[in-house]
């Protein structure tokens, strides 16, 4: 497109090269300088001497110029000055951002978290160096208060010159393309089952990195711990980067961040190497700093391929928060206090490892709730910005991110996974070179013991199942753990009803549970109740001993005991782990289970009943009874669907095997349906009962109870 002179509107620039990118990638292209893109008009003075004309001579139509403005169905808005005050706005714009008093305001008037999300250090950027950019699947937030919705934009942000050069603002144009994102997510969603296990196919040296890095982080009872992983954007499987944390005596942890140069099958070797030589020597040094490094300096000596590495260490006491940690060659940890203040600590050295200089250790005081972030390089290399720079964005970031100021909409209420996941997604919106590794650390006040006593009646596990389940929901443990440790719990309780002997004073049986994790981070659950337990019989009916038998294959160890004073007493021990985030993050919230089952009946053929909820002693009688009557009592093909499904007792497996006898009897189906790798469908399969994987498909409902 070439230039006009004569153009009221000023010289247009060349059309920008679109980034053809689809899909939530948060990602930014600088493109070709804009020079002289103006789409509102210059002041009298500013107008050039010639009367405004078009290519042909034609004067050209301020009315039509303007009509088509205001009909783009994409938002388009002119920002003038350093405030970015707004001089135009198209309906679109107004209509996006939700209000239509926007000319005449700033920016940060109008849109105030525009701050907090880098949004106006994106526009000064443009501003200043006069280099448009362009954003592809961008999330951000609108509004205020309860009015607060998140979206997802294209956006191309240009500089507006006037005629004569200077610089005049910016010129935006943003595109809501939430639906496709949301859609997109979506699919990541429904494909997330099938990606759980590694795939023969995946990439050998991704496989690798998954393989050397944690895939779990400890659950202690006075440090929150979480982390992130990303994958180098530029087409590299995986690279050098690692983190740990490791467990040491008295409560305290190791926490380490390091990156080998390089990426491949050798830097993910090498980093395998340095991750448990260190891991080895921190634990076997008993957390002396200044010896575990070096020990690793003796390790690595003159191998090159182990001295191109940078490494952050620290090790934390959560009692008193005492903090002795040693940089080498990276870049130090950042301490962020619950306001979102943040500070850096003093680098200390040596250069690189393998020199055989004699570490330095520095100290320092983590406070109560403060977080401290470890971090790689790829986090804060940006191509044009110096490290100063990035470093300041990192802390302005991650200090917003623990004080909930970035996206409060749906976000984490866990601090560090909060400073984890939005640090690296803001910062990596422009795209990332090299890996990104963060790992955060959080002095959390201890959760206190569990401590319940209900009555040994059926009525009662619902109640039992509840509280335990809120306790454990306490902890940052993966879903599956605390859902594991409450079935346990509620079938040991239920042996306890079905099982125990009254006590001999005719007083009722009553189940006193008590809990507390360890400074081991292991959680110890102990079921008592003041009868004995029967010996197991011959005549005992099919289902008994099952309870006991399930509860054990979902914890680290189960034990009976019997006091000397009397009574019986289940153990139950887990070691509590959360997830590390390796890859992209998804979107999506954990659900707690809730009380109670909802049965819903489908029309066929075959009929589907879906069952929602726990099903356990409380509720497997109704889920029973749907089934019996759904199956004409075996009579008719029937498909049991227990996706929804948080709890399966062995109650629950009771009420299936016998659903499965009738429809056997009948030469009927009767097939489950069950989330793979769910801990359903492992209880299913310990039971014998085969289940399959659900399949999307249109039905009527016709029943629900």
Not at 283 to 307: C, F
Not at 431 to 456: F, K, M, Q, Y
Not at 664 to 685: C, F, I, K, M, Q
């Amino acid at each position: 497109m070439k230039c006009c002179r004569n153009d009221p509107f000023g010289r247009y620039a060349q059309p920008a090269v679109l980034n053809r990118q689809r899909g939530p990638v948060l990602s930014t292209r600088r493109e070709r300088p804009h020079r002289c893109l103006h789409l509102a008009p210059p002041p009298p003075s500013a107008m050039p001497g010639s009367a405004p004309a078009m290519a042909d001579g034609r004067p050209r139509d301020a009315a039509v110029v303007a009509a088509a403005f205001t009909a783009l169905p994409v938002a388009a808005v002119a920002l003038q000055g350093p405030e970015h005050l707004i001089v135009a706005a198209n309906p679109a714009y107004e209509t996006l951002i939700g209000r239509a008093d926007v000319v005449g305001r700033t920016v940060r008037h109008v849109i105030p978290e525009a701050v907090s999300q880098q949004i106006v250090s994106m526009l000064d950027r443009v501003r200043d160096n006069g280099l448009g950019e362009q954003l592809v699947g961008w999330r951000a937030q609108l509004g205020e208060g309860t009015a607060l919705r998140e979206v997802y934009l294209d956006c191309l942000i240009v500089p507006w010159d006037w005629p004569d050069g200077r610089r005049r603002g910016v010129l935006v144009t943003a595109a809501d393309v939430s639906d496709r994102v949301r859609a997109h997510h979506e699919e990541q969603t429904r494909a997330r089952h099938a990606e759980r296990r590694y795939a023969a196919a995946h990439d050998l040296t991704l496989e690798l990195q998954r393989a050397l890095l944690p895939a779990h982080l400890p659950v202690l009872p006075a440090v929150e711990l979480s982390a992130r992983y990303l994958v180098a954007a530029l087409g590299q499987a995986a690279g050098g980067d690692w983190f740990d944390a490791v467990q040491l005596d008295h409560g305290r942890v190791g926490l380490v961040v390091g990156d080998v140069v390089g990426h491949g099958v050798a830097a993910s070797a090498a980093m395998g190497q340095l991750r448990v030589v260190l891991r080895h020597a921190l634990q076997s040094r008993h957390g002396e700093l200044a010896a575990a490094v070096a020990d690793l300096d003796r390790y690595i000596g003159d191998d090159p391929a182990l001295r191109a590495t940078t490494l952050c260490v620290a090790v934390l006491d959560p009692q008193d928060g005492a903090l002795t940690y040693c940089t080498i060659g990276h870049p130090p940890p950042l301490l962020v206090n619950p306001t979102g203040a943040a500070r850096y600590l003093t680098p200390t050295g040596p250069a690189h490892p393998g020199s055989g200089q004699p570490p330095t250790v520095g100290t320092d005081t983590v406070g109560p709730d403060d977080v401290l972030l470890l971090y790689s390089d790829g986090l804060i290399d940006r191509a044009g910005q110096r490290r100063r720079q990035t470093l300041e964005t990192l802390a302005t970031v991650a200090g917003d991110a623990a004080a909930n100021r970035i996206m409060p909409l749906g976000a984490s209420m866990s601090r560090t996974e909060r400073v984890c996941e939005q640090t690296v997604e803001v910062l990596t919106r422009s795209g990332h070179h090299d890996d990104v590794t963060v790992l955060a650390a959080r002095r959390r006040t201890p959760v206190g013991p569990l401590s319940i006593d209900v009555p040994a009646e059926r009525a009662q596990l619902t109640v039992l199942r509840s509280r335990v389940a809120a306790w454990l929901g306490e902890f940052p443990a993966t879903s599956g753990q605390s859902q594991a440790l409450t079935l346990a719990v509620t079938e040991v309780g239920n042996n306890v009803v079905e099982y125990a002997h009254r006590r001999g004073d005719g007083r009722d049986e009553t189940i006193a549970v008590t809990g507390e994790l360890t400074a081991e981070g292991v959680v110890e659950i102990r079921i008592a109740d003041g009868g004995l337990w029967p010996p197991a019989t011959s005549t005992a009916g099919e289902g008994a001993g099952r309870g006991l038998w399930i509860a054990g294959s979902l914890v680290d160890e189960l034990r009976v005991e019997h006091p000397a004073d009397g009574g019986t007493v289940v153990v139950l021990r887990s070691r509590m782990r959360r997830l590390a985030h390796l890859g992209a993050a998804t979107l999506g919230s954990r659900s707690e289970p809730g009380p109670g089952v909802t049965v819903r009946v489908m029309a066929g053929p075959p009929a589907v009943v879906v069952v929602t909820g726990a099903v356990d002693a409380s509720t497997a009688d109704t889920v029973a009874e749907r089934l019996d009557s759904a199956g004409r009592g075996g009579m008719l093909p029937l498909t049991v669907d227990l996706t929804g499904v948080t709890v399966l007792s062995s109650a629950g497996v009771r009420a299936l095997f016998t659903a499965r006898d009738r429809h056997e009897r009948h030469g009927t189906a009767l097939d489950v349906l069950a989330e793979p790798d769910s801990s359903v469908a492992d209880v299913l399969e310990l039971s014998g009962l085969d289940a399959k994987a659900p399949a999307v498909g249109p039905s009527t409902v016709v029943g629900e109870h």
